[in-house]
């Protein structure tokens, strides 16, 4: 089959965004379809979106794909009469982030038409899908509670899995994920002040500003924990990725309502490390069940620290968890086989 | 600093222009920045279409990048406060095509105003530019017959100069590039007759499937047959380089080429003069008579003396010699191109 990936990215910025589309390519090439990878430079931009929206709309694939598959917004906006949508999330400023601090325009008539249009479009250019999925159940709830549409939820497997390796469970909580405030990596840091086993902490990952990381290290040392926390913020290469959660205790993940379960979860996963979570962190749990495959506890430092501690004083319960969330990935369907099929469907 | 390169695609193909946009990208980070490439699809069928993919150019908002390098139409008429145009393509059919009336515009009223809107947009965004150069001269005449526009030639550097290294002479004259009526190589076969003792190696695709018989039919009624070597297919870049490393001189004598021609930046690179003819068009740029190769009328005679001439070890080794200096006093590379296209 022809199959035309098309997303929506801010140009230079790489990200989970960008590698769902270029993972599934090699999947889809594996499988012996001809795929043309498409981004269209977007800007995150409220004032001009509907323009942008109104182009991408515009754009003429001819007759070149069979089919066209979507991810990023706008890009589900694009016309083709054999569109799936793989939707990752709504521009969630409009959605359900408008009524917290992160609404980036002021809630004024002007702004409120915006949104209402916006909302509208999305609408329509998902209902002319053939197949609409979402990336996780939370963007599934979205798009059924803005949009009055059913999403089939279909996980995003990470690329080539085989490559993750389990050793032994060591003394380190290890976290691979950009360092942005959001991804709440000082939650971490304090919750390691407030532990009463000698447990450590890796943060790696790159920075869009330096302000957070400079935050954090400036955290740890006023904790008086430069000893026991590594931070590492640059981009982790994909084996020193590997090498990192081989031997770790477990991994942790505390992001502020993020929409789904997150690469890193899936990784330690892979890992055999069950993730360490927070309640409030959107779409982890839907991965990680307390107690069964991981730890979900409040968003609190001392809740985590009282998690991080009794993992590291009860190594077998790290491993059994860890065990468990390998199992999950298989019981949720995350993989490149279910994934190409529904797809293609 | 972040630069995106921003061109056009048409799916599935991938032909020059694609391996161009690749190896500036891959050159811009090599020089140290942060750089990538998007091509947004483009089709121009019914012409009316046109308007649209212009309107869409126009609304695409492009944010994060401190430059952005344009290749083609539409392309370039995507806005930006800091662009640099490095023309590879306009609408021909706007252009060159229309006069020549080979256009999917038709010649109504309407298809004057598309045309009209097309060659408008193109003057706006070229006024809008940092600065604009052409990607060859041919593009480089039509934008200054139909945009009024003088703007310098930077041609594509060699992409792979690494595997020109260079090496022993042994002893033999290589013809590469595409095998056909416009390459003229049965007229090097012919000169052949006028060099005695010069080896010939041609290599290349040939351009339809009789071509290797025609040569080899004329070699044997010549009596050269024995000094012509015939491989005609396409060769991998390792292979090409090797038959160019060891070769004693090159020859390249298409009539009337639009650029300087890869095979003679390849042997130029290579530390090799190169034969050409005086009609060759722009391989005439830099092949300099007796400073980098020598140039000869277009007749078996005259190219049978220049074959003889450059056999000569250490007159070929002179000449090559300035010709790999010319390259680079002429910034035919990618470092130098890339420095043009930041500056």
Same mark, same amino acid.
């Given at each position: 089959?022809?199959?035309?990936?098309?997303?929506?990215?801010?140009?230079?910025?790489?990200?989970?965004?960008?590698?769902?589309?270029?993972?599934?390519?090699?999947?889809?090439?594996?499988?012996?379809?001809?795929?043309?990878?498409?981004?269209?430079?977007?800007?995150?931009?409220?004032?001009?979106?509907?323009?942008?929206?109104?182009?991408?709309?515009?754009?003429?694939?001819?007759? @070149?794909?069979?089919?066209?598959?979507?991810?990023?917004?706008?890009?589900?906006?694009?016309?083709?009469?054999?569109?799936?949508?793989?939707?990752?999330?709504?521009?969630?400023?409009?959605?359900?982030?408008?009524?917290?601090?992160?609404?980036?325009?002021?809630?004024?008539?002007?702004?409120?038409?915006?949104?209402?249009?916006?909302?509208?479009?999305?609408?329509?250019?998902?209902?002319?899908?053939?197949?609409?999925?979402?990336?996780?159940?939370?963007?599934?709830?979205?798009?059924?509670?803005?949009?009055?549409?059913?999403?089939?939820?279909?996980?995003?497997?990470?690329?080539?899995?085989?490559?993750?390796?389990?050793?032994?469970?060591?003394?380190?909580?290890?976290?691979?994920?950009?360092?942005?405030?959001?991804?709440?990596?000082?939650?971490?840091?304090?919750?390691?002040?407030?532990?009463?086993?000698?447990?450590?902490?890796?943060?790696?990952?790159?920075?869009?500003?330096?302000?957070?990381?400079?935050?954090?290290?400036?955290?740890?040392?006023?904790?008086?924990?430069?000893?026991?926390?590594?931070?590492?913020?640059?981009?982790?290469?994909?084996?020193?990725?590997?090498?990192?959660?081989?031997?770790?205790?477990?991994?942790?993940?505390?992001?502020?309502?993020?929409?789904?379960?997150?690469?890193?979860?899936?990784?330690?996963?892979? @890992?055999?490390?069950?993730?360490?979570?927070?309640?409030?962190?959107?779409?982890?749990?839907?991965?990680?069940?307390?107690?069964?495959?991981?730890?979900?506890?409040?968003?609190?430092?001392?809740?985590?620290?009282?998690?991080?501690?009794?993992?590291?004083?009860?190594?077998?319960?790290?491993?059994?968890?860890?065990?468990?969330?390998?199992?999950?990935?298989?019981?949720?369907?995350?993989?490149?086989?279910?994934?190409?099929?529904?797809?293609?469907? | 600093?972040?630069?995106?390169?921003?061109?056009?695609?048409?799916?599935?193909?991938?032909?020059?222009?694609?391996?161009?946009?690749?190896?500036?990208?891959?050159?811009?980070?090599?020089?140290?920045?942060?750089?990538?490439?998007?091509?947004?699809?483009?089709?121009?069928?019914?012409?009316?279409?046109?308007?649209?993919?212009?309107?869409?150019?126009?609304?695409?908002?492009?944010?994060?990048?401190?430059r952005v390098i344009a290749l083609k139409f539409p392309a370039?008429?995507?806005?930006?406060?800091?662009?640099?145009?490095?023309?590879?393509?306009?609408?021909?059919?706007?252009?060159?095509?229309?006069?020549?009336?080979?256009?999917?515009?038709?010649?109504?009223?309407?298809?004057?105003?598309?045309?009209?809107?097309?060659?408008?947009?193109?003057?706006?965004?070229?006024?809008?530019?940092?600065?604009?150069?052409?990607?060859?001269?041919?593009?480089?005449?039509?934008?200054?017959?139909?945009?009024?526009?003088?703007?310098?030639?930077?041609?594509?550097?060699?992409?792979?100069?690494?595997?020109?290294?260079?090496?022993p002479m042994d002893g033999y004259i290589f013809a590469g590039?595409? #095998?056909?009526?416009?390459?003229?190589?049965?007229?090097?076969?012919?000169?052949?007759?006028?060099?005695?003792?010069?080896r010939l190696v041609i290599a290349g695709p040939p351009e339809?499937?009789?071509?290797?018989?025609?040569?080899?039919?004329?070699?044997?009624?010549?009596?050269?047959?024995?000094? #012509?070597?015939?491989?005609?297919?396409?060769?991998?870049?390792?292979?090409?380089?090797?038959? #160019?490393?060891?070769?004693?001189?090159?020859?390249?004598?298409?009539?009337?080429?639009?650029?300087?021609?890869?095979?003679?930046?390849?042997?130029?690179?290579?530390?090799?003069?190169?034969?050409?003819?005086?009609?060759?068009?722009?391989?005439?740029?830099?092949?300099?008579?007796?400073?980098?190769?020598?140039?000869?009328?277009?007749?078996?005679?005259?190219?049978?003396?220049?074959?003889?001439?450059?056999?000569?070890?250490?007159?070929?080794?002179?000449?090559?010699?300035?010709?790999?200096?010319?390259?680079?006093?002429?910034?035919?590379?990618?470092?130098?191109?890339?420095?043009?296209?930041?500056?």
């Amino acid at each position: 089959m022809r199959i035309g990936l098309v997303s929506s990215a801010v140009p230079l910025i790489r990200g989970g965004g960008r590698f769902i589309v270029d993972w599934l390519a090699a999947e889809l090439r594996r499988r012996g379809h001809e795929v043309e990878v498409i981004f269209i430079p977007t800007a995150d931009d409220p004032e001009t979106l509907l323009v942008q929206m109104a182009a991408l709309q515009a754009m003429e694939f001819g007759d @070149a794909f069979d089919r066209v598959i979507t991810f990023r917004p706008p890009a589900h906006v694009i016309r083709h009469p054999n569109k799936v949508c793989w939707f990752i999330h709504h521009v969630r400023v409009f959605y359900d982030l408008w009524d917290t601090r992160y609404r980036p325009v002021p809630d004024n008539a002007h702004f409120r038409a915006l949104r209402a249009t916006l909302m509208e479009a999305d609408t329509a250019a998902l209902k002319e899908a053939r197949l609409l999925f979402s990336n996780s159940q939370v963007v599934a709830d979205r798009v059924d509670r803005y949009n009055g549409l059913k999403a089939e939820v279909l996980y995003p497997p990470v690329f080539e899995p085989e490559r993750f390796r389990s050793g032994g469970y060591g003394e380190e909580i290890v976290s691979v994920c950009r360092l942005e405030h959001h991804k709440r990596q000082h939650l971490l840091i304090e919750a390691l002040s407030m532990t009463r086993t000698p447990v450590r902490l890796r943060l790696c990952g790159a920075s869009f500003g330096d302000d957070y990381v400079a935050s954090l290290q400036e955290t740890a040392r006023r904790l008086d924990l430069e000893d026991r926390v590594v931070i590492d913020a640059r981009w982790i290469e994909e084996e020193e990725k590997v090498a990192a959660l081989e031997t770790a205790l477990a991994s942790a993940y505390a992001p502020l309502d993020e929409d789904s379960y997150g690469y890193p979860t899936l990784e330690a996963a892979h @890992a055999r490390r069950c993730t360490i979570t927070v309640s409030d962190s959107g779409g982890v749990p839907e991965f990680v069940q307390d107690g069964v495959n991981g730890v979900v506890v409040a968003p609190e430092p001392e809740a985590l620290a009282e998690a991080f501690d009794r993992l590291y004083a009860d190594r077998a319960l790290a491993a059994r968890l860890g065990a468990a969330a390998h199992d999950r990935i298989g019981a949720l369907g995350v993989d490149w086989d279910t994934v190409v099929s529904r797809l293609l469907a | 600093m972040k630069v995106l390169v921003l061109t056009t695609r048409v799916p599935f193909i991938h032909g020059g222009a694609e391996e161009l946009r690749d190896h500036l990208v891959a050159n811009l980070i090599r020089h140290g920045v942060d750089a990538e490439a998007m091509s947004i699809p483009f089709t121009w069928n019914p012409a009316e279409r046109l308007l649209d993919e212009m309107w869409v150019a126009r609304s695409i908002h492009v944010t994060n990048a401190d430059r952005v390098i344009a290749l083609k139409f539409p392309a370039y008429l995507v806005p930006h406060h800091n662009k640099v145009l490095w023309v590879l393509h306009q609408y021909r059919q706007a252009y060159d095509l229309w006069d020549a009336g080979q256009s999917n515009i038709p010649d109504t009223p309407r298809g004057l105003e598309i045309r009209q809107m097309i060659t408008g947009a193109d003057d706006r965004a070229f006024a809008e530019a940092q600065a604009v150069y052409a990607g060859s001269p041919v593009s480089q005449q039509r934008l200054r017959r139909y945009n009024g526009l003088e703007v310098p030639v930077l041609p594509a550097p060699l992409n792979d100069p690494e595997l020109f290294t260079g090496g022993p002479m042994d002893g033999y004259i290589f013809a590469g590039g595409r #095998v056909g009526n416009a390459k003229r190589q049965k007229l090097l076969v012919r000169a052949l007759q006028h060099a005695p003792g010069v080896r010939l190696v041609i290599a290349g695709p040939p351009e339809s499937p009789g071509e290797a018989d025609e040569l080899r039919r004329l070699a044997a009624e010549l009596g050269v047959e024995s000094r #012509v070597t015939l491989d005609l297919r396409f060769l991998t870049r390792p292979e090409l380089a090797t038959l #160019v490393n060891n070769a004693t001189a090159g020859v390249y004598i298409p009539f009337d080429e639009d650029s300087v021609g890869y095979v003679t930046m390849e042997a130029f690179q290579a530390g090799k003069p190169v034969i050409t003819t005086t009609d060759s068009g722009g391989v005439l740029e830099i092949v300099k008579h007796e400073e980098t190769g020598l140039v000869a009328e277009p007749t078996p005679e005259a190219l049978g003396a220049a074959f003889r001439a450059l056999s000569i070890p250490a007159k070929a080794a002179s000449l090559g010699k300035a010709a790999q200096q010319l390259l680079e006093a002429r910034e035919l590379t990618w470092p130098a191109t890339i420095a043009r296209l930041l500056s």
